[in-house]
């Protein structure tokens, strides 16, 4: 069994940078691959931005060219950069892990039959909040 467990977030002004990193603790299938989710207060949960199983990023639209997402295979970490924040970026940032991540760009997960509830593995989540 996998745990996920995502680090960094925080309250910062607009325009500033956050990074959030999440670790994969036990053994985590080799055919999964790592991203990250965000839901705000009182709305659907999100695609942010994943890596496919080439090794490819992929991030929605609002947050491109402001985030960049990464990983380092041997720690099991995948991180996020967040920089020039908005308040619209407010939000629980969870950590996903799922096969389905490794064949197509995070957005396009929107339309699986429930959005993004059902990826397989999910970490506890950390707060980013941006305020103005």
């Known amino acids: 069994q996998v745990h996920l467990v995502e680090s960094g977030g925080g309250s910062v002004q607009a325009g500033g940078s956050l990074r959030l990193a999440c670790t994969a603790s036990?053994?985590?299938?080799?055919?999964?691959?790592m991203g990250w989710v965000r839901q705000a207060p009182g709305q659907e949960r999100v695609g942010v931005a994943g890596?496919?199983?080439?090794?490819?990023?992929s991030y929605s639209d609002s947050v491109k060219g402001r985030f960049t997402v990464s990983k380092d295979t041997a720690k099991k970490t995948l991180y996020l950069q967040m920089d020039n924040l908005k308040p619209g970026d407010t939000a629980m940032y969870y950590c996903?892990?799922?096969?389905?991540?490794?064949?197509?760009?995070?957005?396009?997960?929107?339309?699986?039959?429930?959005?993004?509830?059902?990826?397989?593995?999910w970490g506890q989540g950390t707060l980013v909040t941006v305020s103005s």
């Open positions: 996903v892990a799922d096969f389905r991540i490794c064949l197509t760009n995070i957005q396009a997960l929107a339309a699986l039959p429930g959005g993004y509830r059902y990826l397989e593995v």
């Open positions: 036990g053994v985590l299938n080799n055919t999964y691959c």
């Open positions: 890596i496919d199983s080439d090794g490819n990023p």
